[in-house]
Structure formats: structure tokens, C-alpha cells
Nanobody, 129 residues
Framework: QVQLAESGGGLVQAGASLRLSCAVS????????IAWFRQAPGKEREFVAAISWSGGYTYYSDSVKGRFTISRDNANNTRYLQMDGLKPEDTAVYYC??????????????????????WGQGTQVTVSS
């Protein structure tokens, strides 16, 4: 089990950028993928992006591809979500999640909530028009 702590959310105008951080602590005996999900008011939680244990594979939803970039800092055991060209529809609470399933399945199912065992508390991102 690992512990996850998100930070970096805030209120910005459309077109601005934000970088979210996910600090990972604790120990896991198995490699895990780190993903970002988001949940807007009245909507289901949806997949945004993920990065594999090795960092060699990244995955993005169609809605953020080309605007968001997921990355990792091994020295600080932190994953980042760089969000550029923000739109009002990006407004949501953003959650960081750790899952061993996508590693075992070589990325299959990376977009499904059920593949992730540990979750952070979330950070609010609000984009005004």
C-alpha cells in the first residue's frame, strides 16, 4: 500500500497552465502505475492520464491528449501532471491513484477505476472562461 498526496490545484483563467504534483510514500511489493483521474460536479470520475512504473509508457484520454503531460521525478518519488491550454471543461477535482493492475496487464484497463488500489484526497482545479 502506498500513500498519495496531491497538490498544485487552483483557480486559473482559460488558456492558462497548472502543474499538479502527486507525492508517493509508503512501500509496495509490486510495481504500480500512477494515474490521474478527475471528477466534475454531478459527473462520474474519469481517467485523465497515467504513467507506468518504469516511466516508459504514458497514456492519455482523448480529451487531454496534446494539452496535458504526465511525468515522474524518481529522486523525489513524485509524479506530475502538466496541464496547458486549460479549458473551463477541465474544472474538476483531480485525484492521483496507484494501481498494480495496469502493470500486470501491460497497460490494458489503465483507464478503469477498479484497477487502482490507492487514492489521494484530490486537489481542486477551477478554470474560468
Amino acid at each position: 500500500q502506498v500513500q498519495l498526496a496531491e497538490s498544485g490545484g487552483g483557480l486559473v483563467q482559460a488558456g492558462a497552465s497548472l502543474r499538479l504534483s502527486c507525492a508517493v510514500s509508503g512501500r509496495s511489493f509490486n510495481p504500480y502505475t500512477i494515474a490521474w483521474f478527475r471528477q466534475a460536479p454531478g459527473k462520474e470520475r474519469e481517467f485523465v492520464a497515467a504513467i507506468s512504473w518504469s516511466g516508459g509508457y504514458t497514456y492519455y484520454s482523448d480529451s487531454v491528449k496534446g494539452r496535458f503531460t504526465i511525468s515522474r521525478d524518481n529522486a523525489n518519488n513524485t509524479r506530475y501532471l502538466q496541464m496547458d491550454g486549460l479549458k473551463p471543461e477541465d474544472t474538476a477535482v483531480y485525484y492521483c491513484a496507484a494501481g498494480t493492475g495496469p502493470e500486470r496487464h501491460k497497460g490494458l484497463g489503465v483507464q478503469y477505476l477498479r484497477e487502482y488500489e490507492d487514492w489521494g484526497q484530490g486537489t481542486q482545479v477551477t478554470v474560468s472562461s
